[in-house]
């Protein structure tokens, strides 16, 4: 095969990468070399090198990629409150354009003339791989045997089947995809709308402890810097954050989500820190950010969550929030006290010196310094024009009234 060309194949080791590799040797007579992005998600990458070398694979490449992963794409997300619908922390969504990246790194480096990812046409990663690397390197050819063949889970375990490629007993279950910011389930009986998904499907959630428990979580600018009090890397407070909280059941998200190809899909998440984190992070900027801030900062988030999710990361609009968003976050720091228990969280407790809260103001109780007699003409022009409105409605609906009376009176 070494007259071939070579392409390289974003591989995960899963079901859907492995029958990909050789469908790029059959089907397109290339020399297939896989790439391995970790972005946390404790894999054996050392067997992931050893099953895409035995199906084939001519070289692997490995490429730890977690503390990247975690500066430049989850810290903008938890300024930005990444949620897509309200609900999702955009795990897999956020590592797609890291993992494209890199593919494109070692397209460049070893000379390849097309590279390959395992999407199907039915997802939103064909979209986050696609547009990442057309963005990055306009003349590789994108090949996607799953879509391009488009192939059903069945089809590809038979296949696998048919091929001696091995399948694990979670594949012929669910999709899993996983990293350090959260893990999602997809496929299987998951599809089914009003089907809940067993205990055992879950790998960071613990449904057995009714013990309540709490977490301190302390920003600067925007940015997670300790956990209960103690300053650790970032890659290891999401850690520690993920396995307190999961360890109170918190972290399920289970909702129906509009996918950019139009499709409304079912979509299970586990994501205890995620959810955590940006829950504390939200809390911390109502307390720091004027009510002007938050109401604008509210719609960019909302896009800046669209367009990580829709796969544009590396649209120029992206990286113009990314400004707006980063300079908000200025005053973003302080500590947030989290209360968990039996899959329940909440923000129970807060404190910054940026604090726009005042007690001296707030408080109801004799010491305040609000003057209250500066409120009723406040109260008067707040509104002024409501009570206006009221008054002319009144007006229309007497005339109106008085118009039908006439009428009826001519009839009669």
């Known amino acids: 095969m070494g007259n071939n060309g070579k392409v390289i194949l974003a591989y995960s080791g899963g079901l859907d990468t492995s029958v990909c590799i050789r469908y790029l040797q059959t089907l397109h007579k290339l020399d297939v070399i896989t790439v391995t992005v970790d972005c946390g998600q404790h894999d054996d990458f050392k067997e992931i090198e050893r099953k895409a070398e035995a199906i084939g694979a001519i070289k692997h490449v490995y490429i730890d990629a977690r503390e990247e992963f975690a500066r430049d794409y989850i810290v903008p997300s938890i300024k930005a409150n990444g949620l897509y619908q309200g609900k999702y922390p955009l795990a897999t969504a956020l590592a797609r354009p890291l993992i494209a990246a890199k593919a494109v790194e070692v397209a460049t480096r070893e000379g390849a003339t097309a590279i390959a990812h395992g999407c199907t046409g039915k997802g939103n990663d064909q979209i986050r791989f696609d547009v990442t690397m057309h963005a990055l390197s306009p003349n590789l050819k994108i090949i996607a045997p799953i879509r391009d063949l488009n192939l059903s ?10 091929q001696k490629i091995p399948i694990s007993s979670e594949a012929k279950k669910y999709s899993i995809d996983i990293n350090l910011w959260g893990r999602a389930l997809e496929g299987g009986k998951i599809e089914e709308a009003d ?4 205990e ?15 977490m301190e979580i302390e920003f600067d600018q925007g940015v997670p810097v300790a956990a209960d009090g103690e300053h650790i890397p970032l890659i290891d407070l999401i850690q520690y954050a993920n396995d307190k909280a999961g360890g109170h059941g918190v972290g399920i998200i289970d ?22 984190i940006i829950e504390a992070h939200k809390d911390l900027e109502k307390m720091v950010l004027t009510k002007h801030e938050l109401a604008f900062k509210q719609i960019v988030d909302n896009q800046w969550s669209w367009l990580a999710y829709s796969g544009l990361w590396e649209d120029p609009l992206r990286t113009d929030l990314d400004k707006f968003i980063d300079a908000t976050q200025n005053r973003v720091s302080g500590k947030v006290r989290l209360k968990m228990e039996k899959g329940s969280l909440r923000v129970v407790g807060r404190e910054s010196k940026y604090s726009l809260y005042k007690d001296n103001l707030a408080t109801y ?3 305040s310094t609000f003057d209250q007699s500066l409120a009723k003409g406040f109260v008067e022009l707040w509104g002024l024009q409501s009570v206006i409105a009221n ?18 009176e001519i009839k009669s």
């Open 153 to 162: 889970r069945d089809l590809e375990i038979s296949f696998a089947k048919e």
């Open 195 to 198: 089907f809940e998904p067993p």
């Open 200 to 214: 055992e499907a879950f790998e960071f959630i613990n449904f057995q402890n009714n013990e309540a428990g709490y």
């Open 255 to 276: 909702h129906i989500e509009d996918r950019v190809v139009g499709i409304k899909s079912r979509e299970v998440y586990e994501a205890p820190a995620a959810v955590a």
């Open 365 to 367: 109780a004799t010491g």
């Open 391 to 408: 008054s002319v409605a009144a007006g229309l609906s007497r005339d109106k009234k008085n118009k039908k009376e006439v009428k009826n």
